[in-house]
Antibody, heavy 121, light 108 residues
């Protein structure tokens, strides 16, 4: 089955670091961009940034530049979203999604199930 | 950055009727517009891309229209399962593919 599977929910304290993951299966991972999307509780979707796993070309939304790091390991079909110092305001659901592989123009045609990150002292 | 504005914020419609959701872009996005459906506790699902092309498996009750800055998602013959939040997204301005704030559709 073609899918993106994300790592599990996280409960962290302010100031801690965190890396969450998104692993693709049953498709050619390197031929699609992977995007990360934030959804704060009760709010809409926010485009954070994207990565092309084949060459790790990475782009960020200005709102998230310097706040997170996006990376990928194409050998294991996995993309990552990383924080070096979490804040309470990072509490949100984070989704990965793919686009750009030929279907659907550049719309996100496949989504991960989401990773809930809770930051609380 | 392109601002996407959806209206109304909440819509309540009876089963069997039609719902019309709007999405406005602050600048022309040509035909680079997608709609997603998000049910409670679930990830978004692609409904429509390229303004009017339904994604795989999406029933014909869902239709999209519009151009440039004004877009509409119409859902006909509403069913209880259509209760969800609907998001629009522009993918015209690389690499900032911004979303609207969503419209919550309630089935009475």
């Amino acid at each position: 089955e073609v899918q993106l599977v994300q790592s599990g929910a996280e409960l962290k304290k302010p100031g801690e670091s965190l890396e969450i993951s998104c692993t693709g299966s049953a498709y050619t991972f390197n031929t699609y961009w992977i995007g990360w999307v934030r959804q704060m509780p009760g709010k809409g979707l926010e485009w954070m940034g994207i990565i092309y796993p084949r060459d790790s070309d990475t782009r960020y939304s200005p709102a998230f530049q310097g706040q997170v790091t996006i990376s990928a390991d194409k050998s294991i079909n996995t993309a990552y979203l990383q924080w070096s110092s979490l804040k309470a305001s990072d509490t949100a659901m984070y989704y990965c999604a793919r686009f750009g592989g030929g279907c659907c123009n550049d719309a996100f045609d496949l989504w991960g199930q989401g990773t809930m990150v809770t930051v609380s002292s | 950055e392109i601002l996407m504005t959806q209206s109304p914020a909440t819509l309540s419609v009876s089963p069997g009727e039609s719902a019309t959701l709007s999405c406005r872009a602050s600048q022309s996005v040509n035909s680079n517009l997608a709609w997603y459906q998000q049910k409670p506790g679930q990830a978004p699902r692609l409904l429509i891309y390229g303004v009017s092309t339904r994604a795989t498996g999406i029933p014909a009750r869902f239709s999209g229209s519009g151009s440039e800055t004004e877009f509409t998602l119409t859902i006909s013959s509403l069913q209880s399962e259509d209760s969800a939040v609907y998001h629009c997204q522009q993918y015209s301005y690389w690499p900032l593919y911004t979303f609207g704030q969503g419209t919550r559709l309630k089935i009475k």
